[in-house]
């Protein structure tokens, strides 16, 4: 038996996610396969064996060009019938969950969604992350086919050596499968963003204002990161949407996350707590942020930013 890995990509480019994907499929099943969809994924087989995986099947099909959940949940269905593996994995994402979803409704199989930990057997255990991280779900699944996704950043990714012989899988995709296209793409940002920047300067609403986040812009840039803010300052209008951090906002997992002047609400640490440290500067010993932080500073951010900036400024040499 084997465990088959749906990758994720947009138009070849591999996303990170599924690696993280292959690093969890090893712990449930030491014969990892993937499974690409689309020709422009072909190149990423090289990748794919490195981080494990023994056989690569390659699906073409021209509804395959481009993301669409109907025709990429139809083409794992088709290759979990031809293939039998003993399990499908995919990462918890946006889209991972949602072809994984198609494919188990194809399949009339159950699908269990953001797992953090598997302990496998006939019935196999297992917790997995409800309500944006804020719960974790104990629950048991047996099926036949086991169809799991592993919470973003559940695991780490990491390389591993697969034979990577690769495999040409037939499918059969009829045109009504197209029915959600990629019709328009928008730059949101260049760069590094706020999901995988190594550094994110966070502030809350004790920056004060829209204007008060240039100190955070400055350190920011001179430790190549980004800045990321709370709900408080996207409902203040101090700054946009896509830098909320939280859970209606981005989940982060930074090396270092610099948490300045925020209370550390629930729902803003489920987007913060992948974070590998955490530092909160807040005037208040007793916030969430800084109770649950790796280290903190106690003071007002107005001058603990600026000072940081300063040091790191004379540390550079600049
Ligand atoms: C359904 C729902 C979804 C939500 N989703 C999100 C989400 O995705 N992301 C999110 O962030 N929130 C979210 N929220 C809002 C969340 O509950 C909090 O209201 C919000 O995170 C608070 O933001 P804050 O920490 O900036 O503000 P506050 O809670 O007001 O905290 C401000 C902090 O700044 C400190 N401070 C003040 N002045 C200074 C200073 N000069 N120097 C240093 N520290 C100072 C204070 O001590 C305080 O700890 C959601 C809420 C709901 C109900």
């Not at 088959?4 to 996303?15: A, K, P, Q, Y």
């Not at 060009?65 to 290759?79: L, M, S, T």
């Not at 916030?287 to 649950?292: F, G, P, Y």
Request: net charge negative; with cysteine.
């Amino acid at each position: 038996m084997s465990v088959l890995v749906v990758i994720e990509h947009d138009r070849g480019t591999l996303s990170p996610a599924s690696l993280e994907a292959l690093t969890a499929a090893r712990t449930v099943d030491a014969d990892v396969h993937a499974l690409t969809l689309g020709a422009s994924a072909d190149s990423l087989a090289g990748t794919l064996a490195a981080h494990g995986a023994s056989v690569v099947h390659q699906v073409h099909h021209d509804l395959l060009n481009d993301f669409g959940p109907e025709a990429w949940g139809e083409a794992v269905a088709q290759a979990v019938r031809a293939l039998q593996p003993a399990a499908v994995v995919a990462c918890g994402t946006d889209r991972g969950n949602e072809v994984m979803a198609q494919a188990a409704a194809r399949l009339d199989l159950p699908f269990v969604a953001n797992c953090n930990e598997i302990t496998v057997g006939d019935t196999w255990s297992i917790v997995r992350v409800r309500w944006g991280g804020s719960l974790l779900e104990q629950c048991t699944l047996d099926a036949a086919t086991k169809l799991v996704t592993f919470a973003h950043h559940a695991v780490e990714a990491a390389e591993a050596i697969g034979a990577g012989s690769v495999s040409a899988l037939a499918v059969e995709l009829d045109a009504s499968l197209g029915r959600t296209v990629v019709a328009e793409r928008v730059e949101r940002a260049a760069g590094v963003t706020l999901a995988t920047a190594p550094l994110v300067v966070g502030g809350g609403r004790g920056v004060g204002s829209a204007e008060a986040f240039a100190p955070l812009e400055e350190l920011a840039g001179l430790l190549g990161g980004v800045v990321g803010c709370s709900r408080a300052v996207t409902n203040n209008g101090w700054r946009n949407h896509t830098d909320q951090v939280g859970q209606t906002g981005t989940r982060i997992a930074p090396d270092l996350y610099m948490a300045c002047g925020i209370s550390g609400a629930i729902q803003h640490w489920v987007g913060a707590m992948a974070s590998k440290k955490i530092l909160a500067i807040n005037t208040d010993a007793e916030a969430n942020m800084v109770t649950k932080a790796d280290y903190a500073v106690i003071g007002d951010l107005h001058k603990v930013i600026p000072a940081i900036i300063e040091e790191v400024r004379r540390r550079k040499g600049a």
